[in-house]
């Protein structure tokens, strides 16, 4: 479900949503190296690439019939930004109409109003479907700054140790009716995902159960999952919001069983970007899962 990249690796589509399901790669001697790997792609992921997260300027997020200009002085990337309504001196006016979105450049709709568009050196403007409230379709559009001072900011994520002992194998029951859910966001809007199954395992000597959710109800659709949760750490030198995991690759829904590794659970991007909306998670584990990214913004 996850970032499509506009995140960390294996961070969902669905959340960002932003889910690609993590695999070690083959090179990688030991699971401790994969993870190691992993946190040095997501460490790109929010710096190197061109629409890395933190070179995200500003957001744009339009439902039916709204639209907003992009404004700015030439030759000054860092002040692009998005206004209300549509202006006849903008840069671009992004709109979303009849259920599409529509993006105009000097009068003219553009064929394909998701490909990426240079505004400015340095700057330029990608729009992806997102939902504006729960399951209302709509469209967000972020400015990128290949220069922004975010980007020259960030010291890298910051995780727990590896801990072998946060790797657990789970059993999955699925829900026959992969009922929706709705989670409010980091932005006070609602999102909605669906509830595909429940994974039972033992953890550091506990019996616990965890939700995981996708993006379609759809049996044949569903080719990844993720969990969203809390425990005794959140707000406590975890984020605040919560954390998630994703459920490995897997061929066909549903598996029978998984493995779950928190040490790769991460941070919504809402964590390090105000222009993401991320789910607030509400399934909780009672324990510290000392695993896994911390708070970016605790001293540790």
């Keep these: 479900m996850g970032p499509t990249k506009i995140g960390p690796p294996m961070k969902s589509l669905l959340l960002c949503m932003c889910l690609v399901a993590f695999s070690a790669p083959a090179w990688a001697a030991t699971p401790e190296a994969a993870w190691r790997a992993d946190l040095a792609d997501t460490n790109k992921a929010y710096t190197a690439t061109p629409h890395a997260i933190l070179k995200i300027q500003d957001a744009a997020y339009l439902g039916e019939g709204n639209s907003a200009s992009l404004v700015g002085k ?3 990337p860092g002040s692009y930004k998005w206004v209300n309504g549509a202006r006849t001196d903008a840069v671009l006016v992004a709109a979303f109409a009849d259920g599409k979105p529509v993006i105009t450049k000097s009068g003219k709709a553009l064929a394909n109003p998701l490909a990426d568009v240079a505004v400015d050196k ?30 020259k900011a960030f010291r890298g994520v910051d995780y727990f140790p590896y801990d072998p002992g946060f790797v657990v194998k ?8 992969i009922p ?11 999102k909605q995902f669906y509830r595909a199954g429940v994974a039972s395992f033992r953890l550091k000597g506990q019996r616990f159960t965890l939700p995981f959710y996708t993006d379609t109800n759809e049996p044949k659709k569903i080719t990844s999952l993720s969990a969203f949760f809390t425990d005794d750490l959140t707000g406590k030198g975890a984020y605040g919001a919560g954390r998630y995991v994703d459920a490995p690759a897997f061929k066909v829904f549903p598996p029978k069983r998984f493995a779950i590794d928190f040490n790769y659970a991460y941070n919504p991007n809402c964590a390090r970007s105000a222009f993401f909306t991320c789910p607030v998670a509400f399934d909780r584990l009672a324990l510290a899962v000392t695993a896994g990214e911390r708070d970016p913004h605790a001293k540790h």
């Design 170 to 177: 789970a059993e999955f029951t699925p829900d026959p009716k």
């Design 122 to 151: 340095d700057v330029d403007v990608q729009a992806y479907p997102t939902q504006v409230q729960a399951g209302v379709p709509g469209i967000r559009v972020f400015v990128y700054n290949q220069q922004s001072p975010a980007v």
């Design 180 to 190: 929706a859910h709705s989670f409010m966001t980091s932005r006070g809007t609602s």
């Design 74 to 76: 030439r030759g000054s």
